[in-house]
């Protein structure tokens, strides 16, 4: 069983920068895959960004088209935490950014449903 912990969310202008955090506790974090998903308001949650486990052969990350070349997503295992960078943010980025941890690969953990989510954070872009 894995607990998340997501921080950082904020209010930001259009063309600003946030990094989120994820911290994540429980047994064998190293084979959990994390991602993070995001809702904004009136809209299906979706995925964003996922990587994978620390044990996981290929290491792999995944982006949603729309977030690629601003966001990066990665992973301290010592830490247990994987950050969120995202860059030239975009207020159709603003919703509740959660991260989620399963034992699948990065790939699966963006479109399957299951694992353990954290409780959310709002990140809110201004234009």
């Known amino acids: 069983q894995l607990h998340l912990v997501e921080s950082g969310g904020a209010l930001v202008q259009a063309g600003g920068s946030l990094r989120l955090s994820c911290s994540v506790s429980?047994?064998?974090?190293?084979?959990?895959?994390i991602g993070w998903f995001r809702q904004a308001p009136g809209k299906e949650r979706e995925w964003v960004s996922c990587?994978?486990?620390?044990?996981?052969?290929?290491?792999?990350?995944e982006y949603k088209d729309s977030v690629k070349g601003r966001f990066t997503i990665s992973r301290d295992n010592a830490k247990n935490t994987v950050y969120l960078q995202m860059n030239s943010l975009k207020p159709e980025d603003t919703g509740v950014y959660s991260c989620?941890?399963?034992?699948?690969?990065?790939?699966?953990?963006?479109?399957?449903?299951?694992?353990?989510w954290g409780q959310g954070t709002q990140v809110t872009v201004s234009s």
């Open positions: 989620r941890g399963g034992p699948h690969t990065a790939s699966e953990l963006c479109s399957l449903g299951g694992g353990y």
């Open positions: 990587i994978s486990a620390k044990t996981a052969i290929p290491y792999r990350t």
């Open positions: 429980g047994n064998s974090v190293e084979h959990y895959a």
